[in-house]
DNA sequence: ATTGCTTTTTGCCAAATGACAAATGATTCC
DNA sequence: GGAATCATTTGTCATTTGGCAAAAAGCAAT
């Protein structure tokens, strides 16, 4: 619980009262290796903070692979916004890759809190202004890169990912196949 | 100047006295072919809108290779927010790569409207917020497709661009040599 | 330890792309 | 019109990566 409040008081400040506020509507939820938070096809319906294990948003593209866009580790927000915010379908899935313990708000929650506590609409913009933006800087560099440089950007960015999960997640994370991720792994070390 | 109300009131509900205040401020801005709005290692101190013309963002990798990271073509919002927000300098150039006719704000006008008009920041928000989506749905799935796919992709989404600039740039978008994006046209065509 | 299952690594060959240089085409300027 | 400059295409060869299948390694259940 902590962990949450230190993030969201990096993006500004509320008062006890307020913080107690958010906490009320806390809920865990344990999610097992594997299982989903939300599904493509469906209407995400909750925002999560992720305390332990990673996630990762994935999808299928044209020709039915399986594309990972990306990973989301301890201390971060999960949650497909595009379809939570609109209520539209989402078109991928945010699934569980190691056993991960959550903290989750139902979506009338953090509509409540939204309106009733000043402030927190603009912390929650500049945190998914941040996230969003993230996303850009990560996902883009990688397009204009072989795949050894890729790797040892992913290596960077999730320092502590690489030895948690199927090195098929990675490879399809960097656009590569899972022969050559593993040819450069070999020509790394 | 009819475009740019028409692009905000997508976003939100403005009453004619806050559309007349928003509009007071701007000032039209011509830029040559080639000339920069902003610039890496400067703070952006504008906000443009495209009336005429296309720009496009690009820096510098690790290898002094040029990378065009995005094109922003008529009807769009120009900006270098992450540096024009926190007063830091960018590590990216905004660049006319067509003669351009641009709306401009400056930076005391557009902060002055936030804190003025009620309900532009949250229009602006809304802006922002689809810009980086956009952003990152483009962008990402050029990781994962192959250099023919990635150009064709580049056609859908701007269509109205393949014609007025050099492909170079639309090369080092891709991530490939100008001599495979020849041959890749020419494969199609 | 053995079995069965999944993940990862290898080997082989084909296809795609990069690097570099030269040729061709377009445009501008005088 | 011709020269100079820049953009694009093409050629050649090297390198990277993909596709596919088999082997090896890791892991869990018994």
Redesign the pocket.
Known sequence: MKEFIDYILQFGTLNQHQLDLIASKITVLELKKDEYFSEAGKIAQQVGFVLDGITRVCYYNNRGEEITKYFIDENNLVVDMESFDNDICSNAYVQAITDCKLLVFSKKDWRELLETIIGWDAIVHRIISKALRQKVERRSPLVSE???TRYLMFLKIYPNVINRI???YVASYL????????????NIS
């Not at 656009?175 to 070999?186: E, M, V």
């Open positions: 072989d795949a050894t199927p090195l098929s656009g590569i196949t899972q022969s050559s991720l593993s040819r450069i792994r070999k």
